[in-house]
């Protein structure tokens, strides 16, 4: 506990004893005062100015909501609030039968800096080798023309098998903007005053910010019963909130990855992974986005966009159009059948996504000109006059890419053979025979397609909204075949640039 002179806020509450066994955490029951409860509790929400957490976003009409529905008299929120707390900062006094006494204390106030060196070794402590090498990398010197965050030209991800996390590469940052504090401008350091003030608390809020906050809205001081499990683990507390809310307001896995990829270190994440298949939940395909993102031999290696949790744009392309883009890959099945039917290794997604790999990095390498391009304009660090290249990262143009290429190789698989028996043996040995087979073959044969379509069906503006729709995206791919059977000069005539589209 700390010394004498902190502020404590004391309770008497009940010791449930909730499961039979000492593997299972302590759980306690209390009451508090919603406005009480928010001056030692935060709430672990995210955004991309460095809070990493795992709650959702606020949303400002719950919170009036919850407001309105208290106005009336007879109205109660019956609901428990999960709080955690650092065991270093609570004290559990045992009396008569169930009941305790607790007391929860508050830090010793310090400066925001001393605050933040505080989290930085926490979150630091929290990472693997992999992560921790990561941010070993980050340089000492400042560099006045350099931006606040990690120059990720200058750094390698460890050994460049492991993956690095979302949270290794902000825990960089924090070191970086630690390193050069006089350096940084105001608005970062009241960002990262804000973010300090929140870890500060000894209490977060697991489930139940909405009423909490919502009830901080009403005149009147609103009663909630907590339930308080003292000391739990990041990778608990996500746990925690997935099974709480997938039985209320459900999740989906895609909120759920995103929550672990930007909450997260690689081995909590590999850990809570493993639990949630234990509890039954399935969680494999959702995982690819994530896995595209942090792992260094992936094309989309730190590029997705992770906006929907944390507030602000964190890469090119979106976590949900990776989702779809990489499971019509992974999983695909029917006209393709003949480009892995006589694959083996098929079998084994590990193998499958290494292919999805291979896939895009040959496309990246074709137009690695286009890729650097449209990577800037999506996420807005350059403006191209009377060109467009963030039309390349479009969710369905993306789609129907890939499924126009995938659909070129199985048709060219399934005449393979054929083709190959009307050689003679010496000359037949020496040609690949499944594409799939070996990736300097796969490579060459999704760059001789692409090599037909020009750069500058991609660059020039396209007449078209959404191609959200199936009729849409075929009429999208009927002009990018077009735009393959062509040259650049032909290219003003299509009709996706003109308004016939």
Avoid: C
Avoid at 40 to 46: D, F, G, K, L
Avoid at 188 to 215: C, M, N, S, T, W
Avoid at 351 to 365: L, M, P
Avoid at 482 to 487: E, Q
């Amino acid at each position: 506990m700390p010394d004498d002179d902190s502020e404590t806020t004391e309770y008497h509450g009940l010791d449930v004893d909730h499961r039979e066994n000492d593997d299972a955490p302590d759980l306690y029951v209390l009451t508090s005062g919603a406005s009480e409860l928010t001056d030692w509790a935060e709430v672990p929400r995210s955004n991309a100015d460095f809070m990493n957490g795992y709650q959702r976003q606020l949303k400002e009409h719950r919170l009036e909501e919850i407001k309105d529905f208290l106005s009336t008299d007879i109205n109660i929120i019956p609901g428990a609030i999960l709080v955690t707390v650092n065991e270093e900062y609570l004290e559990i006094e045992e009396q008569e039968g169930d009941r305790v006494d607790i007391t929860i204390s508050s830090p010793p106030e310090r400066t925001v800096k001393e605050l933040l060196e505080e989290a930085y070794e926490n979150l630091y402590h929290r990472l693997e080798e992999t992560g921790q090498e990561y941010v070993d990398q980050v340089g000492e010197d400042y560099e006045p023309d350099a931006e606040d965050g990690v120059d990720e030209e200058d750094m390698s991800d460890g050994n460049g098998e492991d993956p690095v996390s979302y949270l290794a590469r902000k825990t960089g940052e924090l070191k970086k903007s630690l390193n050069n504090w006089d350096h940084i401008d105001q608005d970062k350091k009241d960002l990262l005053g804000e973010y300090a003030e929140r870890v500060h608390k000894p209490g977060l809020i697991i489930d139940g910010q909405h009423r909490v906050f919502g009830a901080k809205k009403y005149q009147e001081e609103i009663r909630y019963p907590i339930v308080l499990i003292p000391g739990l683990e990041e990778k608990e507390q996500v746990y925690h909130f997935y099974i709480i809310n997938d039985k209320a307001e459900p999740i989906s896995q895609e909120e759920l990855l995103i929550t672990v990829a930007t909450a997260l270190s690689e081995k909590e994440s590999n850990e809570l992974m493993d639990r949630l298949l234990r509890a039954g939940v399935d969680v494999d395909k959702a995982r690819y986005p994530y896995m595209a993102d942090v792992e260094e031999r992936s094309p989309f290696h730190q590029m997705i966009n992770y906006e929907e949790k944390v507030g602000e744009q964190t890469g090119a392309i979106d976590f949900k159009d990776m989702y779809m883009l990489m499971n019509r890959f992974v999983e695909m099945k029917g006209g393709h059948d003949a480009l892995y039917e006589n694959i083996e290794e098929w079998d084994d997604v590990s193998y499958r996504i290494n292919k999805f790999y291979t896939f895009w990095s040959a496309i990246k390498d074709h137009y690695d000109d286009l890729w650097e391009d449209a990577e800037a304009a999506r996420e807005g660090r350059e403006d191209f006059d009377e060109e467009y290249p963030e039309q390349f990262f479009r969710k369905d143009p993306m789609r129907v890419l890939q499924e126009y290429i995938l659909e070129e190789l199985a048709d060219k698989q399934e005449n393979r053979q054929e083709f190959l028996d009307e050689l003679e043996e010496d000359v037949r040995d020496s040609l690949w025979e499944y594409v799939l087979e070996d990736d300097e073959v796969f490579t060459e044969e999704i760059q001789n397609i692409v090599d037909d379509i020009p750069e500058k069906f991609y660059r020039d503006k396209w007449n078209t909204g959404g191609l959200s729709t199936s009729e849409n995206r075929r009429n999208f791919r009927e002009e990018l075949e077009k735009a393959a059977d062509t040259n650049e000069k032909g290219l003003p005539r299509l009709r996706i640039f003109n308004k016939g589209f």
